[in-house]
């Protein structure tokens, strides 16, 4: 995360972009099974996928909360997360490449590579045979 001019105006842009990056990040990893179709390149996406998976355990969860945060605020039952309560939606913290948000760790530098490799896989099968 960097500072801008506008963070002494914008005091929350840091966790406005984060929240930006779990929704693309997500549709990311949402797209990847579609490439699978893509028979010669299955195997390389899997493991793309698997790799994603293991840099970012908690990306469904928060992706989840933060579009749904009606849902966590008032502890509705029907909430996917059960776990997830009101009380966790107030306490977040981040430093220069770790955020940490409903008791999930979010690692910035590994985020990269892992999002990077998944993306060349479905460009590179698109590319290849779409």
Do not use: C, K
Not at 13 to 30: H, K, S
Not at 87 to 99: F, S
């Amino acid at each position: 995360m960097t500072t801008e001019p506008e963070d002494e105006e914008f005091l929350t842009r840091q966790l406005a972009d984060f929240q930006f990056l779990i929704v693309t990040l997500r549709r990311l990893r949402r797209a990847a099974p579609i490439a699978t179709n893509v028979t010669s390149a299955a195997d390389q996406i899997h493991e793309a996928i698997a790799r994603f998976d293991t840099a970012l355990p908690g990306i469904a969860t928060m992706r989840n909360v933060g579009e749904h945060i009606d849902d966590y605020a008032l502890d509705r039952p029907t909430r996917h997360h059960r776990n997830v309560n009101r009380r966790m939606l107030q306490v977040a913290a981040w430093g220069d490449t770790n955020y940490r948000w409903l008791g999930i760790d979010f690692n910035i530098d590994a985020t990269l590579p892992a999002a990077q490799q998944l993306f060349r896989a479905v460009r590179d099968a698109q590319q290849n045979h779409g």
